[in-house]
């Protein structure tokens, strides 16, 4: 394997990743409001990752800049194409997080239901984007020969995509609810199960049509067609176990149907990292846009030295908030 497969490799676990782990923040996000109906109820959803979202973020932060480090044509051309998406994810993201922070600093209801509209709108806006973003690596947007984007917003809003985008929403309200009926108790749980159980078809559904998109628009090969599987036996396997008293396990599922989904993309485009509508000899290629092998080298040793720090941080972590919040 060479150094710029397997930082090819390293990007997609980054990548895959933070949407497991950030993914249920994102679901809680959103159902905060559905599955408390009190001011008690939705601090107890928030408190249920209170401890873990800003650690799961980090995983964005790693994937962007590792795709700066590792292959910088990518990085330029999909963070200048997809410019405003990534504004407005950044606003949805800040937004989010602003509204943890604050939404406790004063009793008015009226200041609280503001920032509970805020936690709801970013956690529902930022996969929403983020889907999208992932989506158009594989569908293609219109990109020179010379590794410039040459379309506008309008070529990002496709229906593959859209669709891509729409199917990591329910996703991660899916993981969400799965989330809370492991790390609550009470009228909370009881809901997030409820939410669940609504929730679970229509992500199934989803995840099925996804994979049956992905495989007619870009399938070649087995190694897609067993992701895409995995993506929808674990949706099925969610359904199935949502509400049935298997939390550990539905929670695992979902887990895995998000990992598999993210992962399937990646595996489609590879060695292709950016798909060109404008001709297969316009793509961007894992080749014409790594850096240099000596840059590779020394990112590899200092990844090999501060990534297992990560882990251990964020086992550290889940570990010591692994109780249930009654």
Known sequence: MTLVSFWFIVLVVFWTGFLVLEGFDFGVGMLHGLVGRDDQGRRNALGAIGPLWDGNE????????????????????????????????????????????FRERRESPRWRRTWAAATTGGSLLAPLLIGVALGNLLHGVPIGTDQEYAGSLADLLNPYSLFTGATVVLLCLLHGASFLALKTAGEVRRRSV????RIAPLAAAAVLGFAVWTQ?????????????????????????????????????ATSV?????????????????????????????????????????????AAAALFPVVLAYQAWTY????RRIV
């Open 216 to 252: 007619v628009m870009a399938g070649d090969g087995l190694a897609p067609l067993l992701v895409e599987a995995v993506a929808v036996a674990a949706a099925l396997a969610a359904v199935w176990l949502i509400g049935r008293g298997r939390d550990g396990r539905a929670f695992a």
């Open 194 to 197: 409820r939410a669940g159980r």
């Open 58 to 101: 980090v995983w964005l932060i790693v994937a962007a800049a590792g795709m700066f480090a590792a292959f910088p044509g990518w990085y330029a051309t999909m963070f200048s194409g997809f410019y405003l998406v990534f504004v407005l994810l950044l606003v949805a993201l800040i937004a989010r997080g602003v509204s943890f922070e």
């Open 257 to 301: 149907a998000m990992a598999a989904v993210v992962v399937s993309i990646f595996v489609s485009l590879y060695p292709r990292v950016m798909v060109s509508t404008l001709g297969p000899s316009a793509d961007l290629t894992v080749s014409n846009t790594a850096s240099s092998p000596y840059a590779l080298k020394v990112m590899t040793v």
């Open 319 to 322: 570990y010591t908030f692994r």
